[in-house]
């Protein structure tokens, strides 16, 4: 991991002057106008105009030989150079300082002081840090000889002297002159100065690179605190803290957080500096950081490009602040395979190292990384024990630096299969990595707690793990070898869960959802080796719990903390405010996603920063004074085989898939049974995926062949093995693009007859109701908490029909649909027959400000018949069309907007097209719109997986609907009732053909 120069706070140039003499003409005058004026321009941050003035009063000055207030402004004047970034001018405006200084003042005046103190910042800035220290501390003894031990300009050195040791890796010694800050300035100026803000962004700096991360946040809040209230929001050390705090985010891999802070720190920098400077550039390295994290290449190379086009244009093409930037601009390179220019890229970076420092371990680790890549691994191995030898020299075996070296180590071992050394370099990164943990005995692991990266904790735990299974393998069966790779992956599963709780963006939990994919993975293959070496069913259930703990986890998370509220206790006022602040980020979110003028982004996304830190201050206050929600909202456990076998009757299983890189893993539950079946990977699945739907959906006679081909084919891998005849309902729980298929509309056998003879053909729903979950949890989790729905009005319907041919929603036709205004009031009317209480809104009453005011969890049963659509590459841009009847809203109800909508029903069904497909997340499933709808409360939801067809849809949901009020009651069994309209409408003949019935699924049970 390439680290960023973390800027320091920007210290307040004390305004230094004072008149020598009585007389004065009216130039003299002018020059101490012009020196006021300076002082002024400096303190709004205007250093251009700060360094004309400050040189032309020293002008004035020299002619009449005014020599100290001359000295004064030269050396000022240099402090405006310095925040310019304009190093010639700092330098000559010092010499000359300096020089007069020393011929007219003498060798023990305070103006050398300051001289010295910006030459230090001069070299600080320049990464010449031994310089720094030298000036610092010149500076730091003659002000004491001259002032004391306690005056006002000793804590600024203090601080300084801290910085530079800091920046050296010397973190101690750093600390030490922070607390002597601390101390001096309380006493000086009170526990509210700026000067102490300045020292604690400092030492949160050092907590930061020491992976403390929460010492280190808590020290950048009281900075920020101290900040906000002395110089308020637009500030250049404002940004300097949101800076800082975004590094942390980054590094915790909570990258939408880290976005929004560089963002907000880069927007105030705008304000204030020039595009061409050094604080822009390290904005723009973290942005481009983050950008190559989520593999958006383009986007990275745009940001360092433009770093790296503005620290060339102040330090030149060959200084040491060039490497952060010329480090990442290789690493995208070697993750676009473009080997030669990442090469070249680390060589340059590489040949301006001037010195064994953190930086140049950096280097040599990251072309380590790159020889790694090329599976060169002698190289890489060199590369990487030489940045291990600085890392260690440097910052001592307890930091993430050395962290990350023996991990990158211990994988090249592992990939030669040199276990005993693999075992040992990984033993090493645990070590290096927790606190309290020095074992060197390879069998024992830390507990998982006091570490410092939890993602590298991760991948270092898992990657031992998997040494323990190979170790098995090669051993013919290693029971014990097996059992510890168990055991490191159950404490694998206790870091997710610490890192999904800290993990506070959506998006961001996904990310770690990702991450934990591969490390269940493999913890179900090695359940699954220790069952077929002991035949013990504890690791079937095992390996159960672990294809679980990769489904749906976020979502899981987000319905507890939604029903927490609920029993909670928390006052309405509170969950009021909850709701409106939740309206207000999905509308600028909204915003920012549809924006048409890229100009109005900057102000977007800081209006965005500002709603979801007062959201976060908000969560965080109802989790302390609301214990029992804090306890609800994480009590959630994952539900036991006994647990889910207590849903199900004698004539009900669950059906789980987990999908890995070779095999294919089925979890059958019964009542009374569990059973483990596997598949091997179909290649290339979803491609064979796609070609099945668009078989389906072709609606063309040379395809139907194909779909019977394919139907019969995912048949027999999906379902290996006969179930039990007793067996009538399945509830599926899919995994990744197996998501996709309606297995309603498998063939359990070749069918042999008319091709058009839909109605004959051997379907799935012939032998099985079919239900689907997201998980097992989810599933259990729902069961649990069934809440009475009787105070309920029983059903709303919402159709805005589009009676024109055609009408336009932000670039999308949208045609019109007249058949769902007879399916809408012929179940009206159903509903009606049988004393039901019934709403129903048409065309321009069926609308987004409706569905949006609250009145939605009113009502037991919702339907919506109108036009839906996806977008897999921004799921949160995927919606529901209804009408347009004002300004503020635009007829779209976004996925982010529904998922406040705050549902109470039993049953959302949404009549429109590929309302249940999404972009397919690893480790979370299918992100889209029946996702947001289960988050907003809704317990039931039926969906459909392609563009359906109005009349075949109409005639398909009047059906489902009078099979629910002929059993009406408190508890009904939607999956039946859809099962049983399915069939019908199969017996019927005219819709038989899967296109037609199949797209419609049950979420839920």
């Given at each position: 991991?390439?680290?960023?120069r973390?800027?320091?706070?920007?210290?307040?140039?004390?305004?230094?002057?004072?008149?020598?003499?009585?007389?004065?003409?009216?130039?003299?005058?002018?020059?101490?106008?012009?020196?006021?004026?300076?002082?002024?321009?400096?303190?709004?941050?205007?250093?251009?105009?700060?360094a004309?003035?400050?040189?032309?009063?020293?002008e004035?000055?020299?002619?009449y030989?005014?020599?100290?207030?001359?000295?004064?402004?030269?050396t000022?004047?240099?402090?405006?150079?310095?925040?310019?970034?304009?190093?010639?001018?700092?330098?000559?405006s010092?010499?000359?300082?300096?020089?007069?200084?020393?011929?007219?003042?003498?060798?023990?005046?305070?103006?050398?002081?300051?001289?010295?103190k910006?030459?230090?910042?001069?070299?600080?800035?320049?990464?010449?840090?031994?310089?720094?220290?030298?000036?610092?501390?010149?500076?730091k003894?003659?002000?004491?000889?001259?002032?004391?031990?306690?005056?006002?300009?000793?804590?600024?050195?203090?601080?300084?002297?801290?910085?530079?040791?800091?920046?050296?890796?010397?973190?101690?010694?750093?600390?030490?002159?922070?607390?002597?800050?601390?101390?001096?300035?309380?006493?000086?100026?009170?526990?509210?100065?700026?000067?102490?803000?300045?020292?604690?962004?400092?030492?949160?700096?050092?907590?930061?690179?020491?992976?403390?991360?929460?010492?280190?946040?808590?020290?950048?809040?009281?900075?920020?605190?101290?900040?906000?209230?002395?110089?308020?929001?637009?500030?250049?050390?404002?940004a300097?803290?949101?800076?800082?705090?975004?590094?942390?985010?980054?590094?915790?891999?909570?990258?939408?957080?880290?976005?929004?802070?560089?963002?907000?720190?880069?927007?105030?920098?705008?304000?204030?500096?020039?595009?061409?400077?050094?604080?822009?550039a390290?904005?723009?390295?973290?942005?481009?950081?983050?950008?190559?994290?989520?593999?958006?290449?383009?986007?990275?190379?745009?940001?360092?490009?433009?770093?790296?086009?503005?620290?060339?244009?102040?330090?030149?093409?060959?200084h040491?602040?060039?490497?952060?930037?010329?480090?990442?601009?290789?690493?995208?390179?070697?993750?676009?395979?473009?080997?030669?220019?990442?090469?070249?890229?680390?060589?340059?970076?590489?040949?301006?190292?001037?010195?064994?420092?953190?930086?140049?371990?950096?280097?040599y680790?990251?072309?380590?990384?790159?020889?790694?890549?090329?599976?060169?691994?002698?190289?890489?191995?060199k590369?990487?024990?030489?940045?291990?030898?600085?890392?260690?020299?440097?910052?001592?075996?307890?930091?993430?630096?050395?962290?990350?070296?023996?991990?990158?180590?211990?994988?090249?071992?592992?990939?030669?299969?040199?276990?005993?050394?693999?075992?040992?370099?990984?033993?090493?990164?645990?070590?290096?990595?927790?606190?309290?943990?020095?074992?060197?005995?390879?069998?024992?692991?830390?507990?998982?707690k006091?570490?410092?990266?939890?993602?590298?904790?991760l991948?270092t735990?898992?990657?031992?793990?998997?040494?323990?299974?190979?170790?098995?393998?090669?051993?013919?069966?290693?029971?014990?070898?097996?059992?510890?790779?168990?055991?490191?992956?159950?404490?694998?599963?206790?870091?997710?869960?610490?890192?999904?709780?800290?993990?506070?963006?959506?998006?961001?939990?996904?990310?770690?959802?990702?991450?934990?994919?591969?490390?269940?993975?493999?913890?179900?293959?090695?359940?699954?080796?220790?069952?077929?070496?002991?035949?013990?069913?504890?690791?079937?259930?095992?390996?159960?719990?672990?294809?679980?703990?990769?489904?749906?986890?976020?979502?899981l998370?987000?319905?507890?903390?939604?029903?927490?509220?609920k029993?909670?206790?928390?006052?309405?006022?509170?969950?009021?405010?909850?709701?409106?602040?939740k309206e207000?980020?999905?509308?600028?979110?909204?915003?920012?996603?549809?924006?048409?003028?890229?100009?109005?982004?900057?102000?977007?996304?800081?209006?965005?920063?500002?709603?979801?830190?007062?959201?976060?201050?908000?969560?965080?206050?109802?989790?302390?004074?609301?214990?029992?929600?804090?306890?609800?909202?994480?009590?959630?456990?994952?539900?036991?085989?006994?647990?889910?076998?207590?849903?199900?009757?004698?004539?009900?299983?669950?059906?789980?898939?987990?999908?890995?890189?070779?095999?294919?893993?089925?979890?059958?539950?019964?009542?009374?049974?569990?059973?483990?079946?596997?598949?091997?990977?179909?290649?290339?699945?979803?491609?064979?995926?796609?070609?099945?739907?668009?078989?389906?959906?072709?609606?063309?006679?040379?395809?139907?062949?194909?779909?019977?081909a394919?139907?019969?084919?995912?048949?027999?891998?999906?379902?290996?093995?006969?179930?039990?005849?007793?067996?009538?309902?399945?509830?599926?729980?899919?995994?990744?693009?197996l998501?996709?298929?309606?297995?309603?509309?498998?063939?359990?056998?070749?069918?042999?007859?008319?091709?058009?003879?839909?109605?004959?053909?051997p379907?799935?729903?012939?032998?099985?109701?079919?239900?689907?979950?997201?998980?097992?949890?989810?599933?259990?989790?729902?069961?649990?908490?069934?809440?009475?729905?009787?105070?309920?009005?029983?059903?709303?319907?919402?159709?805005?029909?589009?009676?024109?041919?055609?009408?336009?929603?932000?670039?999308?036709?949208?045609?019109?649909?007249?058949?769902?205004?007879?399916?809408?009031?012929?179940?009206?009317?159903?509903?009606?027959?049988?004393?039901?209480?019934?709403?129903?809104?048409?065309?321009?009453?069926?609308?987004e400000?409706?569905?949006?005011?609250?009145?939605?969890?009113?009502?037991?049963?919702?339907?919506?018949?109108t036009?839906?659509?996806?977008?897999?590459?921004?799921?949160?841009?995927?919606?529901?069309?209804?009408?347009?009847?004002?300004?503020?809203?635009?007829?779209?109800?976004?996925?982010?907007?529904?998922?406040?909508?705050?549902?109470?029903?039993?049953?959302?069904?949404?009549?429109?097209?590929?309302?249940?497909?999404?972009?397919?997340?690893?480790?979370?499933?299918?992100?889209?719109?029946?996702?947001?709808?289960?988050?907003?409360?809704?317990?039931?939801?039926?969906?459909?997986?392609?563009?359906?067809?109005?009349?075949?849809?109409?005639?398909?949901?009047?059906?489902?609907?009078?099979?629910?009020?002929?059993?009406?009651?408190?508890?009904?069994?939607f999956?039946?009732?859809?099962?049983?309209?399915?069939?019908?409408?199969?017996?019927?003949?005219?819709?038989?053909?899967?296109?037609?019935?199949?797209?419609?699924?049950?979420?839920?049970?």
């Amino acid at each position: 991991m390439m680290k960023k120069r973390l800027f320091f706070f920007i210290l307040c140039l004390n305004v230094y002057y004072q008149a020598f003499t009585q007389d004065k003409n009216s130039e003299i005058k002018l020059a101490e106008n012009y020196y006021r004026k300076a002082s002024d321009f400096n303190n709004r941050f205007q250093w251009d105009s700060a360094a004309i003035f400050y040189q032309n009063s020293a002008e004035i000055f020299k002619k009449y030989s005014i020599w100290k207030n001359f000295v004064i402004a030269k050396t000022f004047a240099s402090g405006a150079f310095l925040q310019k970034s304009d190093f010639k001018n700092v330098k000559i405006s010092l010499d000359t300082a300096e020089h007069i200084a020393l011929k007219n003042l003498g060798e023990k005046n305070e103006m050398l002081t300051f001289i010295y103190k910006f030459r230090g910042q001069y070299f600080f800035l320049n990464s010449n840090l031994d310089s720094s220290i030298y000036f610092f501390e010149k500076a730091k003894q003659l002000r004491i000889e001259i002032s004391g031990e306690k005056n006002k300009f000793l804590p600024e050195l203090y601080n300084a002297l801290g910085n530079a040791h800091s920046g050296k890796g010397n973190f101690q010694i750093a600390l030490n002159f922070y607390l002597k800050d601390i101390a001096l300035s309380e006493e000086l100026f009170g526990r509210n100065s700026s000067n102490l803000a300045a020292t604690y962004n400092n030492i949160a700096v050092i907590y930061n690179n020491k992976g403390e991360y929460d010492v280190a946040l808590e020290y950048f809040n009281k900075a920020l605190s101290i900040t906000k209230q002395q110089n308020g929001e637009n500030h250049p050390n404002t940004a300097t803290l949101y800076y800082g705090i975004g590094d942390i985010f980054q590094k915790k891999g909570e990258f939408d957080v880290a976005m929004e802070y560089f963002m907000k720190s880069l927007t105030i920098r705008k304000q204030i500096f020039n595009e061409n400077h050094p604080l822009i550039a390290d904005n723009y390295i973290s942005v481009g950081q983050i950008y190559k994290e989520k593999k958006e290449f383009s986007q990275a190379t745009q940001y360092f490009s433009q770093a790296l086009d503005i620290l060339e244009k102040i330090f030149g093409k060959e200084h040491s602040n060039l490497i952060p930037v010329l480090t990442n601009l290789a690493q995208v390179y070697q993750n676009q395979k473009k080997n030669s220019e990442a090469i070249e890229f680390y060589q340059k970076a590489l040949n301006i190292s001037q010195e064994e420092n953190l930086r140049t371990a950096d280097i040599y680790n990251n072309i380590g990384a790159f020889y790694f890549s090329q599976k060169n691994f002698d190289e890489a191995l060199k590369n990487y024990f030489v940045a291990l030898k600085i890392y260690e020299k440097i910052a001592g075996n307890k930091t993430p630096l050395t962290t990350v070296a023996n991990l990158n180590i211990a994988n090249i071992f592992y990939q030669r299969k040199n276990v005993e050394e693999a075992l040992k370099y990984f033993q090493n990164a645990l070590i290096s990595n927790v606190k309290d943990f020095s074992s060197q005995d390879v069998s024992q692991n830390p507990t998982i707690k006091n570490y410092y990266l939890p993602q590298i904790l991760l991948k270092t735990l898992q990657g031992k793990a998997m040494l323990w299974t190979q170790k098995s393998i090669s051993e013919n069966g290693n029971i014990q070898a097996l059992q510890n790779a168990l055991q490191i992956y159950l404490s694998c599963d206790t870091l997710i869960s610490h890192i999904r709780k800290a993990t506070t963006s959506k998006n961001d939990k996904l990310l770690v959802g990702e991450m934990a994919s591969l490390v269940y993975e493999n913890a179900v293959e090695s359940c699954k080796l220790l069952y077929f070496l002991t035949k013990e069913k504890k690791y079937i259930e095992q390996a159960f719990y672990f294809s679980e703990k990769n489904k749906a986890e976020s979502l899981l998370e987000a319905v507890a903390a939604a029903d927490a509220q609920k029993f909670a206790g928390i006052p309405d006022s509170l969950l009021e405010a909850e709701k409106k602040l939740k309206e207000k980020i999905a509308g600028c979110e909204k915003e920012i996603a549809t924006l048409a003028d890229e100009t109005l982004e900057p102000f977007l996304r800081s209006q965005l920063f500002d709603l979801n830190r007062q959201y976060e201050n908000l969560i965080s206050k109802m989790e302390k004074e609301f214990p029992s929600y804090f306890a609800l909202k994480y009590q959630s456990k994952s539900a036991t085989i006994s647990q889910l076998q207590t849903l199900l009757d004698d004539k009900t299983a669950i059906r789980s898939y987990f999908l890995a890189d070779s095999l294919l893993t089925i979890f059958t539950i019964s009542k009374n049974e569990i059973r483990m079946d596997t598949s091997q990977r179909v290649k290339n699945l979803p491609l064979k995926i796609a070609h099945f739907r668009r078989a389906i959906v072709s609606g063309k006679s040379k395809d139907v062949k194909q779909y019977q081909a394919d139907a019969f084919y995912l048949y027999q891998y999906l379902f290996p093995v006969p179930l039990s005849a007793e067996i009538k309902n399945l509830i599926i729980i899919p995994d990744d693009v197996l998501g996709m298929i309606p297995f309603e509309s498998l063939l359990t056998d070749e069918h042999s007859g008319n091709w058009k003879e839909f109605k004959k053909y051997p379907y799935l729903i012939k032998q099985f109701c079919i239900s689907y979950s997201y998980s097992a949890n989810l599933l259990y989790q729902s069961a649990k908490n069934i809440s009475k729905t009787q105070y309920l009005t029983d059903f709303l319907s919402l159709a805005p029909i589009f009676d024109s041919i055609e009408t336009v929603y932000d670039d999308m036709e949208v045609s019109s649909l007249p058949a769902s205004e007879s399916e809408i009031l012929s179940i009206t009317e159903n509903f009606k027959s049988k004393n039901l209480k019934t709403d129903h809104f048409l065309r321009r009453e069926a609308n987004e400000s409706f569905a949006k005011s609250g009145v939605l969890r009113n009502y037991r049963f919702l339907h919506f018949a109108t036009h839906g659509f996806v977008n897999i590459a921004k799921p949160e841009l995927s919606g529901l069309i209804l009408a347009r009847n004002d300004t503020l809203n635009d007829g779209i109800l976004y996925t982010n907007e529904l998922y406040n909508l705050q549902l109470n029903s039993d049953l959302v069904i949404l009549s429109a097209c590929e309302t249940g497909l999404g972009k397919i997340s690893k480790g979370e499933g299918i992100i889209g719109i029946s996702r947001a709808l289960l988050f907003a409360g809704t317990k039931n939801i039926i969906v459909s997986l392609w563009s359906v067809a109005d009349e075949s849809t109409s005639d398909l949901m009047i059906k489902f609907y009078s099979n629910l009020l002929t059993n009406y009651s408190e508890k009904l069994n939607f999956a039946e009732f859809l099962h049983l309209a399915k069939l019908k409408i199969i017996e019927e003949e005219k819709y038989a053909a899967p296109f037609y019935w199949s797209p419609f699924i049950l979420i839920g049970k």
